[in-house]
């Protein structure tokens, strides 16, 4: 069952073809750090979690150093 050059990129068009219709269809989802970009801004609760975060963080990396 030998196919011709012409006749594999004809089928190789076709699924290209269908391919593009497909991703067409998709819609995007949009970015999750986009969607949750500032959403604690201003939360002093939130504030408060990162400034005790970083206290930690910072208390490690000396001991790490000493």
């Known amino acids: 069952m030998t196919?011709?050059?012409?006749?594999r990129v004809s089928?190789?068009?076709?699924d290209?073809?269908?391919i593009?219709?497909?991703?067409?269809?998709i819609k995007?989802?949009?970015?999750w750090i986009i969607r949750t970009a500032g959403a604690f801004w201003g939360d002093?609760?939130?504030a408060e979690?990162?400034?005790l975060g970083k206290e930690i963080?910072?208390?490690e990396q000396s001991e790490a150093g000493a």
Not at 11 to 14: F, Q, S, T, V, Y
Request: overall charge negative; charged content about 35%.
């Open 49 to 51: 979690m990162a400034r």
């Open 28 to 31: 995007a989802k949009p970015n």
């Open 44 to 46: 002093a609760v939130y």
């Open 57 to 59: 963080r910072d208390s």
């Open 11 to 14: 089928r190789i068009e076709e």
């Open 3 to 7: 196919q011709s050059i012409e006749d």
């Open 20 to 25: 593009r219709e497909h991703l067409g269809q």
């Open 16 to 18: 290209l073809s269908q």
